[in-house]
């Protein structure tokens, strides 16, 4: 059973314009949200995160929203750029357990800003 | 600072065989994690060690799979006999705190079984 998921495998945007990139989770004993980015050949990079605490966080040109209610939670990339373009995974923490550092990943979407 | 690197980038084993994956990370992370993502899938948790225990190790697949992590410092994860469903990418991370946020990824190991 996954319990984070990305529906959009891939997405296509003009550079310029925002990307929008979403993510639903099921586990309500995940408090804590992260986007990596990936580049081919590359592991994944740490870009930004959220508490469950909060419902928006803002770095720069990326902005990660959460909603709780709908266990949905997005990125926003504004403006697009070409080199914005590789695979984002959203990733989630659980309180508590054995492993509180243990990450639960979604599929990732592949962003392809197109110049 | 060297980041998280690991060895071999590569690796192309047939089916039975044993494969040893390699990973060094950040110096002075306690925290290392490994992870692998099968066939453009999530990237799935594996285990975690804190220094040279295993804090966690409960997305460890079956018994064909052992990591260790002697002296706390670098790692090993060994796949004995490997099978076929066993392909795929093994990322290892570290980090310095208790929470996955701080982490840093190594490049990854494409393991191939043919």
């Known amino acids: 059973d996954q319990q984070v998921k990305q529906n959009s495998p891939s997405l296509s945007v003009q550079e310029g314009r925002i990307s929008i990139l979403n993510c639903d989770y099921t586990?309500?004993?995940?408090?804590?949200f992260l986007w990596y980015k990936k580049y081919p050949a590359e592991g994944p990079t740490f870009l930004i995160s959220?508490?469950?605490?909060?419902d928006k966080n803002e770095d720069g040109r990326f902005t990660v929203f959460l909603n709780k209610s709908a266990k949905h939670l997005s990125l926003h990339i504004v403006p697009s750029q070409p080199g914005d373009s590789a695979v984002y995974f959203c990733a989630a923490r659980a309180a508590g357990g054995t492993s509180y550092g243990k990450l639960t990943f979604g599929q990732g979407t592949i962003l392809t800003v197109h110049p | 600072e060297a980041g998280v690197t690991q060895f071999p980038s590569h690796s192309v084993i047939e089916k039975g065989q044993t494969v040893t994956l390699r990973c060094d990370p950040i110096s002075g992370h306690d925290n290392l994690y490994w992870y692998r993502r099968v066939m453009g899938k999530e990237i799935k948790f594996l285990l975690h060690?804190?220094?040279?225990?295993?804090?966690?190790e409960s997305g460890m697949p079956n018994n064909r799979f052992l990591a260790e992590r002697t002296g706390g410092t670098y790692s090993t994860l060994k796949v004995q006999p490997a099978e076929l469903e066993d392909s795929g990418v093994y990322f290892c991370a570290s980090s310095q705190a208790w929470t996955g946020s701080e982490a840093f990824f190594g490049q990854g190991t494409r393991l191939t079984v043919v």
């Open positions: 586990n309500s004993m995940f408090d804590y």
């Open positions: 060690f804190v220094k040279e225990s295993k804090q966690d």
């Open positions: 959220i508490s469950s605490i909060k």
